[in-house]
Nanobody
Framework: VQLVESGGGLAQPGGSLRLSCAAT????????MSWARQAPGKGLEWVSA????????VYADSVKGRFTISRDNAKNTHYLQMNSLNSEDAALYYC??????????????WGKGTLVTVSS
């Protein structure tokens, strides 16, 4: 399993970024996928998950209404569109593969992360 995140960078407060996660080494379309983040000095926070068939999504309360998770099974890639960014969103963002098709399944593989900085 290999997961490679991209799309991080510097955004202004209120701005947007779109993260991507390219997956290889497993049958992408079979598994739910997730995003998590870790801010400096804080623990890992789960952010969002999407089921294998793109029918179900779930979000942490802290990002609900601002972030949108999606996936393209033909490209073995999933995404996190982040809007209305604020300073509390600054973190290292990780994509993860879930254990099964359901968003309720845990995560078992992780990428190395992409850094999101929010500053004016």
């Amino acid at each position: 399993v290999q997961l490679v995140e991209s799309g991080g960078g510097l955004a202004q407060p209120g701005g947007s970024l779109r993260l991507s996660c390219a997956a290889t080494g497993f049958t992408f379309g079979v598994y739910a996928m997730s995003w998590a983040r870790q801010a400096p000095g804080k623990g890992l926070e789960w952010v969002s998950a999407i089921s294998s068939g793109d029918r179900n999504t779930v979000y942490a309360d802290s990002v609900k209404g601002r972030f949108t998770i999606s996936r393209d099974n033909a490209k073995n890639t999933h995404y996190l569109q982040m809007n209305s960014l604020n300073s509390e969103d600054a973190a290292l963002y990780y994509c993860a593969k879930n254990l099964a098709h359901s968003i309720a399944s845990g995560m078992d593989s992780w990428g190395k992360g992409t850094l999101v900085t929010v500053s004016s």
